[in-house]
T-cell receptor, first 114, second 116 residues
Framework: DGGITQSPKYLFRKEGQNVTLSCEQN?????MYWYRQDPGQGLRLIYY???????QKGDIAEGYSVSREKKESFPLTVTSAQKNPTAFYLC?????????????FGEGSRLTVL | AQSVSQHNHHVILSEAASLELGCNYS??????LFWYVQYPGQHLQLLLK??????LVKGIKGFEAEFIKSKFSFNLRKPSVQWSDTAEYFC??????????????FGKGTKLSVKP
């Protein structure tokens, strides 16, 4: 089945710890994205990548880092510098850039900082 | 700053009622416009999109949206809702002239609850 797989689905972290969220796609899409979804806030872009080994900051990149070593993978690290990391994180991909085509989303990862 | 406003946080309708969800954006230039939907327990998915041409666009499941440039609006409509339309709806906009094409700006979402 083609799609986007995010793991883990639920994650708990102690303050001060970094955590990495996985995102894998088998759609052969060039572009990948990480969004953060908070209740009543909609989706906000953290980082996106148009091509392997290249990525750009979104609106709320502070406290996050990403890598794009393979076309199908775009992991997100939530660092201890992120002041309010408890949130629902969505990964997405698109054939072209988001503004010109359809975004395909994963099921999301819910991170809770204890 | 660029922004997208969705007027209603939560809309409750009975089956067969007509639906209109508002979406307004703050850009002055050329825009691409989208509506995404998230059904309970499912992924976000594209409902419809507008790039150019006929300002009335039709999407899946009987939804349509009308782009009114003078009002900076892209309202979503459906003549008769069903219980299965219960979901959260997100409007999204990209400023083609000035903004990064990688960045869609999403509204805060409208939850639609349809009573059977």
């Amino acid at each position: 089945d083609g799609g986007i797989t995010q793991s883990p689905k639920y994650l708990f972290r102690k303050e001060g710890q970094n955590v990495t969220l996985s995102c894998e796609q088998n759609l052969n899409h060039d572009a990948m994205y990480w969004y953060r979804q908070d209740p009543g806030q909609g989706l906000r872009l953290i980082y996106y990548s148009q091509i392997v080994n290249d990525f750009q900051k979104g609106d709320i990149a502070e406290g996050y880092s990403v890598s794009r070593e393979k076309k199908e993978s775009f992991p997100l690290t939530v660092t201890s510098a992120q002041k309010n990391p408890t949130a629902f994180y969505l990964c997405a991909s698109s054939l072209g850039l988001a503004a010109t085509g359809e975004l395909f989303f994963g099921e999301g990862s819910r991170l809770t900082v204890l | 700053a660029q922004s997208v406003s969705q007027h209603n946080h939560h809309v409750i309708l009975s089956e067969a009622a007509s639906l209109e969800l508002g979406c307004n954006y703050s850009y002055g230039g050329t825009v691409n416009l989208f509506w995404y939907v998230q059904y309970p327990g499912q992924h976000l998915q594209l409902l419809l999109k507008y790039f150019s041409g006929d300002p009335l666009v039709k999407g899946i499941k009987g939804f349509e949206a009308e782009f009114i440039k003078s009002k900076f609006s892209f309202n979503l409509r459906k003549p008769s809702v069903q219980w299965s339309d219960t979901a959260e709806y997100f409007c999204a906009v990209n400023d083609r002239d000035g903004g990064s094409q990688g960045n869609l700006i999403f509204g805060k979402g409208t939850k639609l609850s349809v009573k059977p």
